[in-house]
């Protein structure tokens, strides 16, 4: 599979296997919730994974194996396997999870599938906001079956912008410092605390820009192609392709070198 483009079959296939792996995984966290969560921790006190992260993603990987063996696999929860195909499943099962803990809105599913290190196809299930988003390279992204298309954006002072933090106290605080430098010159800031769903608020016009750093793959290889399918630029500070640990802008092309200009100036 390497090195050459995947045929719009395949594309399709394989946009059609996340959705509907992405809203089966979701359907068995609600589950499991209503059980009673066993929560843990990871890299800070505040890093949380639960039973459910851990049995969503050996459901993804088993219905994928299951349907495509030779495929590999990079999960949140520990889920790495190598493959022959040529196609690499990046996956979160609960993005947002801190929400999920708490039945807060806004944690989702995020399953991509990568090919040569780039999402052709993907899938974000949120079902908190009754939304499954999904997306094709070059194919188009739809919210349900409806077609994501961005609309012309308001200028910067007058837009939405959402963000996230990461999990040591040392990034906060410089993240703080950043967003006390935008604040003021943005319509207001939305923090949802998952980036997968953040990435889809832009490709549907529920934000106007989104910008995060310290990502992970898994959080960011689905919603960036949904995005950027329904018209969105994603990428680096400087412009180049986004790059999960660095800093990740999104918004309308319009958007996009003003926003990362107030970004450096705050020091971001
Ligand atoms: C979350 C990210 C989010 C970030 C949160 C958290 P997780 O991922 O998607 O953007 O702001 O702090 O890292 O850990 O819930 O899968």
Redesign the pocket.
Known sequence: MTGSEPGADLVDDLRLLARDVAVEATDLAVRLRAEGLDVDS?STA????TNA?RACEDLIIARLSALRPDDGTLG?EGGARSGTSGVVWVI?P???????VYDHPG?GCSIAACIDGVAVAGAVAAPTIGAVFSAGAGRGATLGDTPLRLQPPPVLAEALVA?????SGEQRAAQASILGHLLPRVRDIR????????LCSVASGRVDAYY?S???P??LAAGALIAAEAGARVGALDGGPAVASGLVVASHPLLFDELCRLLADAGA
């Open positions: 990871k505040t890093d949380l994974v992260d949140e979160d609960i993005d947002g999870t801190t929400n999920f944690w963000t996230g933090f990461g999990y923090r949802v605390g998952a980036a997968a769903v953040d995060e310290g990502l992970a898994w959080d």
